[in-house]
């Protein structure tokens, strides 16, 4: 069957590079099989190889389903099991691509279905799918083309039919808002807050009316001096945000990380901003901003693209604004995700006295593959910051003014 389908342009430009890639994704993440894999993987009747699938891929006792039947087991370092020394996987190597399982087949692809149509897109927690969607200084483009799909292909999202009426007005004036480099990202973003905070307070029957009006006034503002002076000069609370930081932090390391690579980067942010439970808050705000004009601003002055595609990616792969429970949160959430980035990339020029666009690649993977991927981690910051009074305007805004 053939559907239309929908993906940014560097998705055609993805390959796994295998052994040279620098963050495998065997290591550090449970590893599922579905069901029909997992049966082909029993009736495999060649020597050696069948002995080994055998040993290290078990069945899923805990909630089990057809898509995660069974489970490939770690080994100590927290690496597949069908990992060769070299880098390179025996299912793949021995039995060929059709019996690798489906999320092996699939990753670092996102699939989502949008009414008729299939989305298709990469996450940036794979270090190769991080450098084609976010060193593109022209910006994130998308094709419409149409292909021969897999019967049993499998979705990673699906809109709900009660969403698809205002999805796609919704999605494209925000990434209109965030590819318009006439201001800058932080700008964008507080144009997109203002603008989802109104349409939240909106009763949904009456968006047909409202909504497009509102996207002409939002738009309207980035063209605005008045008003885009007024954003800018919106006052800064660079105590709130290491104090939000160091909970944020808290947090994090309560659940224990397995990336190593992430590690680096949190050890290199904690320590040169000094964000441990002894260091005086004021202490940590100097260094903040000191290795923010010194080091990350120059340097974001020529790079904020990266952000930017960062930014589009993540609307574009979540189905944001649909990916929480209302319109807000989705902004809360992507302000998160940002603010965190910043704020590990403003730590880590301190601590390398500059970035290199190799450091910010670096960081935005390992943050995706530790944060973005632990849906229980996010679940539990949005509580906790819905149950401290700081899912709000004024708050974001906070988080976004350097």
């Given at each position: 069957m053939r559907r239309e389908i929908l993906f940014p342009e560097y998705f055609k430009e993805f390959s796994c590079v295998g052994a040279a890639c620098e963050d495998t994704c065997c290591a550090g993440w449970?590893?599922?099989?579905?069901?029909?894999?997992?049966?082909?993987?029993?009736?495999?009747?060649?020597?050696?190889?069948?002995?080994?699938?055998?040993?290290?891929?078990?069945?899923?006792r805990s909630n089990p389903s057809d898509s995660?039947?069974?489970?490939?087991?770690?080994?100590?370092?927290?690496?597949?099991?069908?990992?060769?020394e070299d880098g390179w996987c025996r299912i793949h190597s021995e039995l060929g691509e059709e019996f690798l399982c489906n999320t092996c087949t699939v990753y670092p692809r996102n699939f989502n279905k949008v009414e008729s149509r299939i989305e298709k897109s990469l996450t940036p927690s794979c270090p190769e799918a991080a450098r084609l969607i976010l060193l593109n200084n022209e910006g994130i483009t998308f094709i419409i083309d149409d292909e021969l799909m897999k019967?049993?292909?499998?979705?990673?999202?699906?809109?709900?039919?009660?969403?698809?009426?205002?999805?796609?007005?919704?999605?494209?004036?925000?990434?209109?808002?965030?590819?318009?480099?006439?201001?800058?990202?932080?700008?964008?973003?507080?144009?997109?807050?203002?603008?989802l905070q109104k349409i939240h307070n909106i009763k949904r029957e009456d968006w047909s009316t409202q909504l497009k009006p509102l996207m002409d006034r939002y738009k309207n503002i980035l063209n605005d001096d008045e008003q885009i002076k007024l954003l800018l000069d919106l006052p800064q609370n660079l105590s709130f945000q290491m104090n939000l930081a160091k909970e944020l932090l808290k947090y994090r390391l309560t659940g224990g990380v397995s990336s190593q690579r992430y590690l680096e980067c949190l050890n290199d942010m904690v320590c040169s901003l000094q964000l441990d439970d002894e260091t005086d808050i004021n202490e940590s705000t100097e260094l903040y901003k000191l290795f923010y004009s010194e080091y990350y601003a120059p340097f974001m002055h020529n790079h904020e693209y990266i952000l930017e595609n960062y930014a589009v990616n993540y609307v574009f792969k979540s189905l944001f604004p649909f990916d929480q429970p209302n319109l807000f949160e989705s902004y809360v959430m992507l302000l998160v995700n940002i603010s965190l980035i910043k704020l590990h990339l403003i730590g880590m020029a301190g601590h390398h006295k500059g970035l290199t666009t190799g450091l910010v690649i670096k960081l935005?993977?390992?943050?995706?593959?530790?944060?973005?991927?632990?849906?229980?981690?996010?679940?539990?910051?949005?509580?906790?910051?819905?149950?401290?009074?700081y899912s709000t305007m004024a708050h974001m805004i906070v988080l976004l003014k350097s």
């Open positions: 449970k590893v599922t099989v579905d069901k029909a894999s997992f049966q082909k993987y029993r009736n495999i009747r060649t020597p050696g190889i069948k002995e080994e699938l055998k040993k290290n891929i078990t069945r899923e995660a039947y069974g489970k490939i087991k770690m080994n100590e370092k927290n690496v597949c099991t069908m990992l060769t019967e049993n292909e499998v979705m990673n999202g699906q809109l709900q039919s009660s969403d698809e009426r205002y999805f796609w007005d919704l999605r494209m004036f925000t990434i209109e808002i965030l590819q318009n480099r006439q201001q800058t990202l932080e700008v964008r973003l507080i144009i997109i807050g203002m603008f935005i993977q390992s943050y995706a593959k530790t944060i973005e991927h632990n849906s229980n981690y996010l679940q539990n910051v949005r509580e906790m910051l819905k149950e401290s009074g």
